[in-house]
């Protein structure tokens, strides 16, 4: 009995409770998770180049010291300076954005078994940073008036934001990253100050806030966000049934429902690029709710390339079929000029078609369906408020692509061979918007 829970739990992730409550963004690394996530883990890291452990043997902690030191030939030997202390997780924060970018005020909290020799570790490599212990966990600040007392007062572990947006995420995750509410506020005014770059466009992304966790199955990668963003529109419903009913030979599909104030910042944002306003106005597109009713409540897309030709659908329900079908008519006649790829449009119900390079048909009825697909299934569960699908192993068997592969960087298709499948689902869930992405492996 105990060897099955340790083998399906491995051990619980504390080095947080070390680090100071005020802090921005804080990663923890689990580095004693399951037996069974290992050798997962293990498996996925060796089918890609420069990925054999064997050094490490069954050692996990090892494996990763491995991974992270072995471009420096200065970094010390793990088997007699780190292995005898290096106890099961470590975690690092910043108070700021600014901070992460200098390393001003660096924090780090590394879990020990042995708190002598974590001790004589630090003498000997960290003889210029402010070093301490709370209860088992080592801290490593360059800031000196950091304390175990000042920690011991209020520890992020003990932040309720923190609390609860790690509580969402579920399940043992390898690794954890939060941030906390004002970080990507703070990154948003950075990039438009330096870059000159609009930001407006992300304002639904400015207060937002969550975490995000690493997890592993066999042969598949999970990553599970869970982020409040209270400036993001709020959307409701499913495009579950109308992806999974796209064509079963698309290397790529997506889809997402949608809202009033979807397009309302959309348009916003197309006002804000130039003549982009003035095109879609010639395409008979005047404002937000022509946009909305061009693309529906419900939007899914599928996409291929096979014998060098572009196959692209388009699946819009819509809440104005009329309007929809009016823009439909003039788009139509403006795309029967163009020979080649043919473009056609159509319309059932309250649901638009758009196809290129293929038949209306194929998209009403499609000889076989994405969600019938097993690589479709094993990565998209469940129902969804978007989906983004990519069969990376169909994908890599187009002619166009493999050609691209044989004239690019010669490791390119060893690196991408090993990836089967990739999916994004993300749902809203009382407060927060969770999303999943899972990769999987060949």
Do not use: C
Request: aromatic share 8%; no cysteine.
């Amino acid at each position: 009995m105990v060897f099955g829970l340790s083998f399906f739990r491995g051990s619980s992730v504390a080095a947080a409770k070390a680090l100071p409550g005020d802090l921005a963004l804080v990663v923890e690394v689990n580095l004693n998770p399951a037996v069974a996530d290992q050798l997962a883990l293990k498996a996925i890291v060796e089918k890609f180049p420069e990925g054999n452990l064997d050094e490490a043997g069954t050692d996990y902690k090892k494996a990763l010291y491995t991974l992270v030191a072995q471009s420096d030939p200065d970094a010390p030997d793990y088997d007699t300076e780190i292995g005898p202390w290096l106890g099961d997780s470590m975690a690092s924060g910043v108070h700021s954005l600014a901070e992460a970018e200098s390393g001003d005020r660096m924090l780090l909290a590394i879990e020990t078994k042995d708190e002598g020799k974590a001790e004589d570790f630090a003498k000997k490599h960290l003889s210029d940073m402010n070093v301490f212990f709370v209860e088992n966990v080592m801290v490593v600040a360059d800031d000196d008036a950091l304390s175990a007392d000042s920690v011991k007062s209020g520890s992020i572990a003990d932040n309720a934001t923190y609390q609860a947006d790690m509580a969402e995420l579920g399940g043992s995750s390898l690794a954890t990253v939060w941030f906390a509410p004002g970080l990507l506020t703070e990154a948003m005014a950075e990039a438009g100050a330096t870059s000159g770059v609009e930001t407006s466009q992300f304002d639904g992304l400015r207060d937002a806030y969550g975490a995000l966790g690493l997890q592993v199955a066999d042969d598949m990668l999970t990553l599970r966000t869970a982020i409040q963003a209270p400036s993001a529109p709020t959307t409701t419903g499913s495009v579950s049934d109308l992806v999974g009913g796209l064509p079963g030979d698309s290397v790529a599909v997506a889809g997402s429902v949608t809202s009033d104030d979807t397009f309302s910042q959309l348009w916003t944002m197309l006002e804000g690029q130039y003549g982009m306003v003035d095109s879609l106005t010639e395409l008979g597109i005047n404002g937000a709710d022509d946009l909305a009713a061009l693309v529906g409540t419900q939007a899914a897309f599928s996409f291929n390339y096979p014998d060098d030709q572009p196959v692209i659908g388009a699946v819009l329900r819509s809440d104005d079929p009329a309007k929809q079908k009016e823009i439909f008519d003039g788009l139509g006649d403006l795309f029967s000029q163009v020979p080649e790829p043919t473009i056609a449009f159509g319309q059932e119900g309250d649901t638009g078609y758009i196809a290129v390079g293929q038949e209306i048909a194929d998209l009403k009825a499609p000889a076989t369906k994405i969600g019938d697909v097993d690589s479709f299934k094993r990565v998209v569960e469940g129902e969804a408020g978007s989906i983004l699908f990519v069969n990376v192993n169909a994908a890599l068997a187009l002619p166009t692509v493999s050609s691209m592969l044989d004239g690019g960087a010669p490791d390119t298709r060893a690196w991408l061979e090993p990836v089967s499948s990739i999916g994004v689902v993300s749902t809203i869930k009382g407060d927060y918007a969770h999303a999943v992405v899972r990769v999987t492996f060949n």
